[in-house]
T-cell receptor, first 120, second 110 residues
Framework: GAVVSQHPSWVICKSGTSVKIECRSL??????MFWYRQFPKQSLMLMAT?????????EQGVEKDKFLINHASLTLSTLTVTSAHPEDSSFYIC????????????????FGNGTRLTVT | TQLLEQSPQFLSIQEGENLTVYCNSS?????LQWYRQEPGEGPVLLVT?????EVKKLKRLTFQFGDARKDSSLHITAAQPGDTGLYLC??????????FGPGTRLSVLP
């Protein structure tokens, strides 16, 4: 089955530093990837939609200058948390849609295993 | 305001029991998906339903999409400890993104 690899699995950083998270589709091409944030015991909240070769679309309330998204190829999207603060500590998950599987109505989202970010 | 509501929020049952969890909304969805997520991992897709009234079965799991495509249910027969996890429904209204419900955390005790 389709595999999405997310790296790193966990990261601890100091307040004020930046952290980059990678999301790769290993055996399929994804023109669109999605970035979610999940706080403990809560559901996934969509942060942004990452489009290959163009600017990301951010959800309301998500600061685009703080959460930089780059989708430079059909298999890689990156999320950079800039000037991280303790309140940015969370579980970040990416997902990707196989552009050749299914239709726009029922194509599955393949999720990575997430990145646990802790900002001290 | 949650676009999707899920109930119950928590459910703890004994192995062998049956259960149903619900996903409700006032909005109409073009499709709805159910996922199961285990701690520290990403969600794993269980099923996609597209047609109003559709019923899909996956071994001991039965999924139903409401006639009006605003709600869905997941029924598990003879639950097993391996069914333990966070069950998430996700609805697609238009475009490509999904909105997730808050989830039902299921614990099946041996």
């Amino acid at each position: 089955g389709a595999v999405v690899s997310q790296h790193p699995s966990w990261v601890i950083c100091k307040s004020g530093t930046s952290v980059k998270i990678e999301c790769r589709s290993l055996d399929f091409q994804a023109t669109t990837m999605f970035w979610y944030r999940q706080f403990p015991k809560q559901s996934l909240m969509l942060m942004a939609t990452s489009n290959e070769g163009s600017k990301a679309t951010y959800e309301q309330g998500v600061e685009k200058d703080k959460f930089l998204i780059n989708h430079a190829s059909l298999t890689l999207s990156t999320l950079t948390v800039t000037s991280a603060h303790p309140e940015d500590s969370s579980f970040y998950i990416c997902s990707a849609r196989d552009m050749f599987q299914g239709s726009s109505y029922n194509s599955p989202l393949h999720f990575g295993n997430g990145t646990r970010l802790t900002v001290t | 305001t949650q676009l999707l509501e899920q109930s119950p929020q928590f459910l703890s049952i004994q192995e062998g029991e049956n259960l149903t969890v619900y996903c409700n909304s006032s909005s109409v969805f073009s499709s709805l998906q159910w996922y199961r997520q285990e701690p520290g991992e990403g969600p794993v897709l269980l099923v996609t339903v597209v047609t109003g009234g559709e019923v899909k079965k996956l071994k001991r799991l039965t999924f139903q999409f409401g006639d009006a495509r605003k709600d869905s249910s997941l029924h598990i027969t003879a639950a097993q400890p391996g069914d333990t996890g966070l069950y998430l429904c996700a609805g697609r209204r238009g475009g490509q993104s999904f909105v997730f419900g808050p989830g039902t955390r299921l614990s099946v005790l041996p």
